[in-house]
């Protein structure tokens, strides 16, 4: 079985959910199954890092420039995450290596929907990966006229993922979590669906470090700061939570790291907020965090910074939708709360009652090394291509 995998961003070092999932991804199917990446990169120094990556760990891969996005007029009725990532050099690589596949033996594994469009209609794809249901985003943020005609747009795209393409069969739809699943199949009863969880790789994290070295000082929020759920959780947490951590603990300290520029955090001056942006290496701020909160208004998907920090000891507190799809419970594993404003009372708890803190953290590392391993998400994916190729190869 050879596989043909289109990815929307294969940026080396991977700094987002996507190109984290799908680096954790190859490296545990490279051993198993042949695999051809044709990706995107922002520019020409990350696609030739990310191609040079991507063959150490086995796999095949041609990484483009992202560049401008294609013509508006090809682009009229394309929702905005199809716009900003269907981009004319990933489009033409994609046709050029995917057209004659229409009746070869490969699967081909659309990694987000956003990149549908980039595939040649008489081509069939298997498999479409939705890391996040893109239309409970859209919804969530359509305010403007423009945002609302957006998920529309976004609607029409989830259709075209389950229906046939042309004679092909509909393709299998890949949700990171069950209630991701059933939202899907609510919508669509004729889609065909499969779990793949999100994953972690805890041999690369390395040694957890000791609970006892963790400063109760210090607070972490993690994630990309150009994501608007994620900034409007932070803000969110900022103007309700913080001001009451910081009465009762004079001293605490909040560290803000994450990739990506954000215009609302830009020109940030809150006392004990210290924005540290994007850093080489996570694990120096996991290490010393005496928690991560995780304040998440808008749910979908699974979140991978949870399983990172469950895999490396960190206590978290977080809204309940952050931790939503995960064998996370509260109060077995972790801290979860209703309403950010309810983060500061749930943060105080673990940063003064350390024993329970510690019982969690361990009981929470335990289920992600069991369930939350990548060869575990890489075994899922692989039924259901052995299952499609079944079907497929002659």
Not at 21 to 29: I, K, P, S, Y
Not at 90 to 108: F, N, R, Y
Not at 178 to 190: A, G, I, K
Not at 351 to 359: G, M, V, Y
Request: charged content about 25%.
């Amino acid at each position: 079985m050879q596989v043909v995998w289109i990815a929307p961003d294969a940026s080396f070092p991977a700094r987002r959910g996507g190109s984290l999932r799908l680096q954790g991804l190859l490296r545990a199917l490279a051993p198993q199954v042949r695999v051809r990446v044709l990706a995107a990169a922002a520019d020409a120094s990350e696609a030739k890092k990310a191609e040079a990556h991507l063959h150490q760990l086995g796999v095949e891969a041609r990484v483009v420039v992202r560049g401008s996005t294609a013509a508006w007029w090809s682009q009229l009725g394309a929702a905005r995450i199809e716009r900003w990532f269907a981009t004319p050099a990933l489009q033409q690589l994609v046709a050029a290596e995917c057209g004659p596949m229409s009746t070869g033996k490969h699967i081909l594994h659309v990694d987000e929907p956003s990149v549908l469009r980039c595939v040649p209609a008489s081509t069939r794809v298997h498999t479409i990966a939705h890391p996040k249901l893109d239309l409970e985003y859209a919804q969530a943020f359509a305010v403007r006229a423009a945002e609302r005609r957006d998920v529309a747009r976004v609607r029409n795209l989830e259709a075209r993922c389950v229906r046939p393409r042309g004679t092909h069969p509909a393709p299998v739809q890949l949700l990171t979590c069950r209630e991701d699943l059933q939202r899907l199949q609510t919508r669509h009863p004729e889609a065909q669906c499969a779990v793949v969880p999100n994953g972690v790789d805890a041999v690369a994290l390395g040694p957890v470090p000791s609970f006892l070295e963790r400063d109760t000082t210090r607070l972490l929020w993690l994630g990309s700061l150009d994501y608007p759920p994620n900034v409007q959780g932070l803000i969110a947490f900022l103007r309700t939570s913080w001001p009451a951590l910081r009465q009762a603990r004079p001293g605490l300290v909040l560290e803000v790291v994450g990739s990506g520029p954000s215009q609302h955090l830009g020109d940030l001056r809150i006392e004990g907020v210290r924005l540290l942006g994007e850093v080489e290496d996570v694990r120096p701020a996991l290490a010393r965090a005496g928690a991560l909160l995780v304040p998440l208004l808008v749910g979908g998907g699974t979140r991978l910074k949870l399983l990172e920090a469950a895999a490396y000891g960190v206590p978290i507190v977080a809204t309940r939708v952050a931790a939503e799809g995960l064998e996370l419970r509260e109060g077995v594993h972790l801290r979860l709360v209703e309403r950010i404003e309810h983060l500061a009372d749930a943060a105080l708890e673990v940063l003064d009652q350390r024993a329970s803190a510690r019982e969690r953290c361990e009981a929470a590392r335990a289920v992600v090394l069991e369930h939350y391993d990548w060869k575990v998400a890489a075994a899922a994916v692989l039924d259901v291509w052995r299952r499609a190729a079944a079907h497929t190869v002659t």
